[in-house]
């Protein structure tokens, strides 16, 4: 026991400097990577609030998660919502018509969004990206028949685009406003 303890400190006094050499580099690493992922965490913690403001043009959107607003509108509100991470919301469309219509979502752009920073004001730089936003559906296309209702789901991912992340940092986005618009169109 004795050699094996004098042959493992003479090994560390030869080799000192490649030992010190590896802790160092060792250290140096565990803290590069530390300060990487807390910085790129910030990218996947940000989230912010936002509201829809539905029109529904040739039908009716009720109920579920859609609110009035004191002034009559109706809006979604969508809660908090995170980069990339896809949320739904729910309500029932109905058709006033006396014929067959066809539900059509029309997509958001991004001269549809309304972007607001800490202070509540409106950030009006344009995003850097032609979809900061997608907005789907599961009723695109189907056809009512006069008095017919469905419920209607509204699927919103913001995206985790690194341009548009760097825009929401940069202009201190903290919340946005959009409008939903759902067109009831006589079937083709």
């Not at 609110?67 to 809006?75: A, E």
């Not at 509100?77 to 990339?84: E, F, L, R």
């Not at 469309?93 to 752009?109: M, Q």
Request: aromatic letters at 8%; glycine letters at 6%.
């Amino acid at each position: 026991m004795g050699i094996l303890l004098g042959s493992l400190i003479q090994l560390i006094r030869r080799s000192k400097k490649t030992i010190l050499l590896i802790i160092i580099t060792s250290a140096a690493t565990l803290l590069i990577s530390t300060m990487i992922s807390v910085w790129l965490s910030s990218f996947h913690n940000m989230h912010f609030p936002s509201l829809g403001t539905i029109r529904v043009i040739g039908a009716k959107a009720y109920g579920g998660d859609i609110n009035l607003t004191q002034d009559g509108k109706q809006i979604i509100d969508w809660g908090t919502v995170y980069p990339g991470t896809p949320t739904n919301r729910s309500f029932y469309i109905k058709s006033e018509s006396n014929t067959p219509i066809t539900l059509i979502l029309l997509d958001i752009t991004r001269e549809n969004i309304t972007f607001q920073n800490s202070n509540g004001e409106n950030i009006t730089e344009t995003p850097p990206i032609e979809k900061p936003m997608n907005l789907t559906c599961n009723f695109n296309n189907t056809i009512l028949e006069p008095k017919e209702e469905i419920y209607a789901t509204l699927t919103l991912t913001p995206s985790s685009n690194s341009d548009f992340l760097k825009f929401l940092i940069e202009n201190d986005v903290e919340r946005f406003d959009f409008d939903i618009i759902i067109i009831a169109s006589e079937p083709s």
